[in-house]
């Protein structure tokens, strides 16, 4: 599995029984494929490309849709457990997420990773990193990390 590469999985079609209208499936790999947080910016290119998360090859990275082609393009070619999510940031022409404790910074077009931030133990990050509207900033959480307290915990 390695970044650029493609794929053209078949969508599904279907009509829905309730409504009498057509649900279309976009992907119909074996593994988990999600969009963004609703909230989360993740279209691009005039709203005819966008990125989201998929489970291929047993590993999460994150993936290009492109709704004219139906082509499907890995965008980063992470390793390790997690499950990368994000922004898109129009203005910047790049998608924004985190990696175990690295904040990066990924060119749309290109597909090249930059930097941006990493966060040292005991802050970690535990939201998204989203970017603000004019790109200047990226907003998100970070928590100091707390051992788990066993010490209530009845066992019978």
Known sequence: MTKGRTYQDPPFRYI?????????????????SNHFYFTDPTFFNDNRSMVFTSDRENQSNLFRY???????????????????GGCVSLVNNAVYFWWENVLYELNLTTLEERVIWEAASPMLPRGR?????????????????QP??????AFS
């Open 16 to 32: 829905d029984q309730y409504s009498n209208r057509e649900i279309v499936q976009l992907t119909n790999y074996l593994g988990h």
């Open 129 to 145: 990193a989203n970017p603000t509207a004019d790109g200047r900033y990226s907003c998100t959480m970070l928590m100091e990390d």
């Open 66 to 84: 492109d709704f004219d082609t139906g082509l499907i393009t890995q965008m980063t070619d992470l390793k390790g457990l997690g499950r990368p």
């Open 148 to 153: 788990e307290d066993t010490s209530r915990i």
